[in-house]
């Protein structure tokens, strides 16, 4: 296989936020039966912090050369209602960000209500949970997840495009247009 | 006595549960997501939600005998204890908070006493009933059984 692409042999890494205990310990039992490794946290504020996206350690605004170390999160799921940082406001966050704005990102809400599920969509997620979250809706992430991954690894190509056959553009391995 | 009578038992008294709607589909969902490599799941997140529910039934009670009741925080209290009792099956539960929150929308501190009140029951009623069924599974598993869980 082509340079830098050792990491793509381990499993996905998924970012579970929700301030409920029970919630929490529930999605992740519901991933770890998927075979993703997760880490879980209580708020949208440690997401950020986790993430390195809080103001104080930006590591968006570092340069490539610095000694910040991004973390490999392969897809973020979040509860809507928190206290302080909402699961919209980490939604729009993380879209917002330069380093994890292709991060598919999900919500879990108990309320159905539609205008919400359509602000959230518009924002970027990818898919609206309602609870409790089963084993039918984890399944759902897998897609999603694939598609992250190739995306990373046309990324990490990049820098050797130049040694790429001329009719092979960029566009192809736009997100929108892999076909899975 | 019998593992088998044990499992008899446990099955009755599990399916009664289902048919007086003390749970509903999802405590199926809890069972599922047990199994031998994580054979205490139920039992963690049923006594997540004890702890979970005493604290916010506690807080509820503080909340509701303020001066100037906090409504928006009393509301808040029992969306979570919607939520929770919600993922973990506890129908009866759910619903008196559903009832709740509404009479919080009224700001009617005498209706929401009584819905504390009715909330509380049912929360005692099925942690009755889970410890039970619990006990039962533990006594399976003691006697050499495989948990029915």
Redesign the interface.
């Given at each position: 296989m082509g340079g830098g692409v050792a990491t793509e042999t381990h499993q996905f890494h998924v970012l579970a936020v929700d301030d409920s205990i029970i919630d929490r310990k529930l999605i992740e039992r519901l991933l770890k039966t998927s075979s993703y490794q997760v880490t879980a946290v209580d708020s949208g504020v440690k997401a950020l912090e986790f993430l390195g996206l809080l103001d104080d350690v930006d590591v968006d605004n570092t340069d490539s050369n610095s000694h910040h170390h991004k973390v490999e999160v392969n897809l973020i799921i979040t509860d809507y209602c928190m206290p302080a940082i909402t699961g919209y406001d980490l939604l729009r966050k993380i879209k917002e960000s330069k380093l994890f704005k292709d991060i598919p990102v999900v919500i879990m809400s108990s309320e159905n209500v539609p205008s919400r599920i359509n602000s959230c969509m518009e924002q970027g997620a990818e898919e609206f949970f309602l609870k409790p979250v089963q084993q039918s809706d984890v399944n759902k992430l897998r897609p999603h997840l694939m598609r992250g991954r190739k995306s990373s690894q046309n990324h990490k190509r990049k820098p050797v495009e130049e040694c790429l056959s001329p009719d092979r553009t960029r566009t192809r391995y736009n997100n929108h247009d892999l076909e899975l | 006595m019998e593992v088998d009578q044990l499992q008899r038992t446990f099955h009755h008294y599990h399916a009664s549960l289902f048919n007086e709607g003390f749970l509903d589909e999802?405590f199926v969902?809890?069972q599922?997501?047990q199994d031998e490599s994580?054979p205490g799941?139920v039992v963690?997140?049923v006594s997540?939600?004890f702890e979970?529910s005493e604290r916010l039934l506690n807080d509820l009670s503080k909340a509701l005998d303020q001066e100037n009741v906090d409504f928006r925080k009393i509301d808040a209290h029992v969306?979570?204890l919607?939520?929770?009792s919600?993922?973990?099956g506890a129908q009866r539960v759910r619903d008196a908070c559903i009832a709740f929150r509404n009479f919080c929308d009224e700001r009617n501190i005498e209706a929401c006493l009584k819905c504390l009140q009715q909330v509380r029951q049912e929360y005692l009623l099925v942690k009755t009933k889970l410890e039970a069924l619990l006990r039962l599974e533990q006594q399976i598993v003691a006697a050499g059984g495989a948990s029915p869980m």
């Open positions: - | 999802q969902q809890l599922q997501l994580n799941f963690e997140v997540l939600f979970d969306h979570q919607k939520g929770s919600s993922s973990i």
